[in-house]
């Protein structure tokens, strides 16, 4: 199956600032089928970006998605305190599906 | 949205059927996706039904859970047996774009205990 690693597992930052999160593949992720997720305690995850940069409807633009193969990025431009949460990647192309283990944002 | 509905406490070895009731669209239609969360933990990928109605099983499930589909009550099924406590999780289920989308709508989840 494809491991997905995320790094960091957790991520400091204060609103305001620029957030990097990464998505590592342990093989080629089959045609960018590569999807972001943010979930928040108590809710469901919400999908934010899939096909690697698509941003999913009603998903501010300062969220992005990019990267292919194996090495994908979520970008947030400018952080709002609205956007610190639990961030997952999950890989949709080869079977077993399977996500990342998770990148914490939390304020500074 | 989604509803799920089913989950509870079961002890070791037992069975439990977990549904997920769809409304706004129809779920012969689409795949639908379950996906459990284990307290504390991650997201971890379980099954997920085609339209066709064919399933896939991830290695920890297969031969235990099985999916299935009333189309007449829009629901899909989750038959759980032989469980075990580490399936003790939130299941979620989810409508699945497959490669056109991913997970884009998700229910609330139900809670599945495994314990003596």
């Known amino acids: 199956e494809i491991v997905l690693t995320q790094s960091p597992a957790t991520l400091s930052l204060s609103p305001g600032e620029r957030a990097s999160l990464s998505c590592r593949a342990s093989?080629?992720?089959?045609?960018?089928?590569l999807a972001w997720y943010q979930q928040k305690p108590g809710q469901p995850p919400r999908r934010l970006i899939y096909g690697a940069l698509n941003r999913a409807t009603g998903i501010p633009d300062r969220f992005s998605g990019s990267g292919s193969g194996t090495d994908f990025t979520l970008t947030i431009s400018r952080l709002e305190p609205e956007d610190f949460a639990v961030y997952y990647c999950?890989?949709?192309?080869?079977?077993?599906?399977?996500f990342g283990q998770g990148t914490k944002l939390e304020i500074k | 949205q989604l509803v799920e509905s089913g989950g509870g406490l079961v002890q070791p070895g037992g069975s439990l059927r977990l549904s997920c009731t769809a409304s706004g669209f129809t779920v012969s239609n689409h795949f639908v996706t379950w996906v459990r969360q284990a307290p504390g933990k991650g997201l971890e990928w379980v099954s997920v039904v085609y339209s066709s109605g064919l399933a896939n099983y991830a290695d920890s499930v297969k031969d235990r859970f099985s999916l299935s589909r009333d189309n007449s009550q829009n629901t899909v099924h989750l038959q759980m047996n032989s469980l075990r406590p580490e399936d003790t999780a939130v299941y979620y289920c989810?409508?699945?774009?497959?490669?056109?989308?991913?997970?884009?709508?998700w229910g609330l989840g139900t809670m599945v205990t495994v314990s003596s």
């Open positions: 093989q080629n992720v089959m045609t960018n089928y």
């Open positions: 989810a409508r699945d774009l497959g490669l056109l989308g991913a997970l884009d709508l």
């Open positions: 999950q890989q949709y192309g080869t079977l077993p599906y399977t």
